[in-house]
């Protein structure tokens, strides 16, 4: 997975470009740090959003849905009341060009 958060791939694969997925980024890219809460993803995503805190959890979790259906089911984990990446080494962005 790139450090930015922006294409992950299991060894062998092309990778998964998610670029046009703001959130998917958002979040890709602040887990990529380390295990993060519900509220830190929240903040990651969706930062100064007012909307209701039980609307942002929704979205956080529908989110976290789509993602774990692009293939980041079973490495990305709820642990201890936070959720990591789990069997993805991350490594940096290639240069542009």
Do not use: C
């Not at 992950?8 to 092309?14: A, E, L, M, N």
């Not at 890219?29 to 929704?58: F, M, Q, R, V």
């Amino acid at each position: 997975m790139t450090d930015n958060g922006q294409q992950f791939g299991r060894y062998g694969d092309h990778g998964i470009d998610l670029g046009r997925s703001p959130v998917s980024v958002a979040l890709l890219g602040a887990l990529a740090s380390g295990p993060k809460t519900t509220d830190e993803l929240i903040e990651a995503a969706w930062p100064g959003d007012a909307s209701s805190y039980p609307s942002l959890k929704n979205r956080l979790h529908s989110a976290l849905r789509t993602l774990r259906r692009r293939g980041l089911d079973g490495h990305l984990v709820l642990d201890r009341g936070a959720y990591r990446l789990d069997g993805l080494d991350v490594v940096p962005e290639p240069p542009a060009g």
